[in-house]
């Protein structure tokens, strides 16, 4: 049988206090929509419809945006009036195939997990409809699962109508439903708004369907954390908390020692290989992977990096879209911008900026410096405050220095330049290209020397 998936995003999100529609909010840096239709494509469902209702726009928008294996797949449908849960759903019922097997998650429900989704699906395939549900730590303001003496589905009753006896239930609904689509299109228009928001509720539905003969199903899911929704910014932090936590656990079980796993953040995708050590506060985005016995220091900010074999990355370094080679050794409070490939033991020290440069073996550039838009060679000294001169205001220029060479402290490489092998370069000199030195030459440049005798410095006068 077909899975279609219907995911509820319509909703405005008044109690976050935002324009932004409340599923694209981000969660670890992702809007929380697009992890629901992460964990949605999961189960190869035959369709995807996402109904919109608030910003509308900006939600098709970021639906452009989603992998091709997602989008592909993925429609989006207007729910033009707010009426409710169970008006969402049959706004996208036009789109359903009559044999289709629908399951309807929420945009606002970010940590579902595909895995449970899939085991939930296939207990639904001998029921017409099939409830989703939890056991809540704290169930207030969650509708109540009120099962028949024999166990089975009686009615959901939210908390407002419930009795003193029924808000003691701490099985509660999660709002995911797993039905036939025949069964949906008898019961959705029997829903009636008999309620004081005068919407049209999709909890109605099951009891609606009882009463037709049909067979209701109740699974019990593992875990409530991972089924919370977000309707506020406490609660998406909240959130934020349990991804942190699941994340850090998953790294943990790969064999990753955590300094503190509540003070890693993983904001994309984090692969490390044996032996990785990661100190705390540390932000890890995009696509990142570790090598072997890698180690990240304190306060690190990664995103879109390999990091090979042995390196080690002191504190406070910031990375992005770079590749780092085998035994490098990076910071403290080294920045590197995209574009970079630093080859094995490579070293950039404190206070170094590297932007769009090749780094050759071994190379060495210890603190105080910047390094853009080069080829630097391998075996390369670059003393302190040396840096490339590489935008003429308009266009950026290329440096290439070749190998062995040793650059004295405070010089200045004017590109475009080039610096054979093995040239010497003294401390404080303005290399450019007008200099035609051989290789293995020593270059420097000096200014003549002034002294003024008894000079008196400038002094400010004394405040009265």
């Given amino acids: 049988m077909d899975i279609e998936i219907v995911v509820l995003a319509a909703g405005k999100g008044t109690r976050m ?75 996208a019922m036009d789109k359903v195939g009559e044999g289709s ?32 549900t939890a056991t809540a730590p704290n169930p207030s303001g969650y509708g109540r699962i009120v099962r028949s003496p024999e166990g089975g589905f009686s009615c959901i009753v939210e908390e407002k109508d419930a009795t003193e006896e029924q808000r003691r239930i701490a099985e509660v609904n999660t ?40 067979r209701v199903c109740l699974t019990r899911a593992r ?3 991972t089924l919370a929704g977000v309707n506020s910014n406490a609660q998406l932090a909240q959130a934020e908390a349990v991804l942190r936590r699941l994340n850090a656990r998953e790294l943990m079980d790969a064999g990753v020692t955590l300094a503190d796993p509540s003070r890693t953040d993983v904001r994309g995708s984090l692969k490390c290989g044996r032996d990785c050590s990661i100190d705390v506060n540390c932000i890890f985005e995009g696509t990142v992977e570790l090598g072997d016995n890698v180690v990240i220091g304190a306060g690190c900010v990664i995103k879109d990096c390999s990091i090979g074999d042995g390196s080690v990355i002191s504190p406070y370094t910031v990375m992005d879209g770079s590749t780092i080679k085998r035994g490098a050794t990076i910071g403290p409070f080294a920045r590197l911008r995209p574009g970079n490939v630093l080859e094995d033991g490579v070293h950039i020290g404190d206070f170094v900026e590297v932007k769009k440069s090749h780094i050759g073996q071994g190379t060495k550039a210890g603190h105080l410096s910047y390094i853009g838009d080069a080829q630097f060679g391998e075996g390369i000294n670059v003393g302190a405050g040396t840096i490339t001169c590489n935008y003429d205001g308009a266009n950026k220029h290329q440096t290439v220095v070749g190998d062995d060479v040793f650059i004295g402290s405070d010089t200045q490489l004017v590109a475009p330049v080039s610096v ?17 030195a051989p290789e293995g030459a020593l270059v420097f440049t000096r200014a003549g020397q002034t002294v003024v005798e008894k000079y008196e410095r400038p002094r400010k006068e004394p405040r009265k």
Avoid: W
């Fill in 223 to 225: 875990d409530f954390e």
């Fill in 17 to 91: 206090k935002s324009a932004l529609p409340k599923v694209l909010h981000p969660l670890s840096g992702i809007p929380m929509l697009g992890r629901v239709l992460k964990a949605a494509a999961a189960l190869a469902p035959r369709a995807i419809h996402v109904v919109a209702g608030f910003g509308a726009g900006k939600v098709g928008e970021y639906l452009k945006t989603l992998p091709e294996e997602i989008l592909s797949v993925t429609d989006c449908v207007i729910q033009k009036e707010q009426l409710g849960t169970a008006n969402a759903v049959a706004c």
């Fill in 101 to 132: 097997l629908v399951l309807v998650l929420y945009g606002d429900t970010p940590l579902v997990q595909a895995e449970d989704l899939r085991a939930f699906v296939k207990e639904c395939e001998g029921c017409d409809i099939g409830i989703l």
């Fill in 420 to 436: 054979p092998a093995g040239v010497t370069i003294g401390a404080g000199t303005t290399y450019t290209r007008r200099i035609k």
């Fill in 175 to 214: 709002g995911i439903v797993c039905a036939r689509a025949s069964a949906l299109r008898k019961a959705l228009p029997e829903v009636k708004a008999s309620n004081a928001q005068g919407e049209y509720y999709l909890t109605d539905v099951p009891s609606i369907l009882l009463s037709q003969g049909a």
